[in-house]
T-cell receptor, first 110, second 118 residues
Framework: KNEVEQSPQNLTAQEGEFITINCSYS?????LHWLQQHPGGGIVSLFM???GKKKHGRLIATINIQEKHSSLHITASHPRDSAVYICAVRPIQGAQKLVFGQGTRLTINP | DTGVSQNPRHKITKRGQNVTFRCDPI?????LYWYRQTLGQGPEFLTY????????KSRLLSDRFSAERPKGSFSTLEIQRTEQGDSAMYLCASSSWTDSYSGANVLTFGAGSRLTVL
């Protein structure tokens, strides 16, 4: 079992829908990152969380440390949101590396 | 360009050849990371530098792999005697020590160097 599991692996939705991507992890962490990867490989860091909730534009990230779970929400989704969304955790042990989930491929159709 | 720069963007080589990738991090970032990503998978940690010191190295990094950051600025990742299983995207990222502890979100990735071993 991977230390970081994301669901769903693939998600297709219509423009305007509310999107939720989930991330569960099995190790103690000091922080959790949500990343966005577009075709061609470029990765953009969206959020880093250690507790609670963060919001940036139409993106909202939440984390529940006790339940070892985080969610990334996209409101009013748009085709330009189509990308792979990756959850990565910074374990308390080996705190300088990130452990990544497999990613969720999101496709927003017009 | 003030982002993380990686070169070359794509390298095609024959099995058994040596390849070297270069990463130029954001100039004020003292931490530098190398990750490897294969198709359909999330990135996997390879190694990490703080300034010129290589502080952590994954068991994924066999003795054919070596990484250096000689002056604490750019880094190179060399793969000797390449194998087809080395085909992957090699990603470099950098961050600042102070921003890591302040909680600021400044982990910055390069666009990656894609290796194809024939």
């Amino acid at each position: 079992k991977n230390e970081v599991e994301q669901s769903p692996q693939n998600l297709t939705a219509q423009e305007g829908e509310f999107i939720t991507i989930n991330c569960s992890y099995s190790v103690g962490i000091s922080a959790l990152h949500w990343l966005q990867q577009h075709p061609g490989g470029g990765i953009v860091s969206l959020f880093m969380l250690s507790s609670g909730k963060k919001k940036h534009g139409r993106l909202i990230a939440t984390i529940n440390i006790q339940e070892k779970h985080s969610s990334l929400h996209i409101t009013a989704s748009h085709p330009r949101d189509s990308a792979v969304y990756i959850c990565a955790v910074r374990p308390i042990q080996g705190a300088q590396k990130l452990v990544f989930g497999q990613g969720t491929r999101l496709t927003i159709n017009p | 360009d003030t982002g993380v720069s990686q070169n070359p963007r794509h390298k095609i080589t024959k099995r058994g050849q040596n390849v070297t990738f270069r990463c130029d991090p954001i100039s004020e970032h003292n931490r530098l990371y190398w990750y490897r990503q294969t198709l359909g998978q999330g990135p996997e940690f390879l190694t990490y530098f703080q300034n010129e010191a290589q502080l952590e190295k994954s068991r994924l990094l066999s003795d054919r792999f070596s990484a250096e950051r000689p002056k604490g600025s750019f880094s190179t990742l060399e793969i000797q005697r390449t194998e087809q299983g080395d085909s992957a995207m090699y990603l470099c990222a950098s961050s600042s020590w102070t921003d890591s502890y302040s909680g600021a979100n400044v982990l910055t990735f390069g666009a990656g160097s894609r290796l194809t071993v024939l």
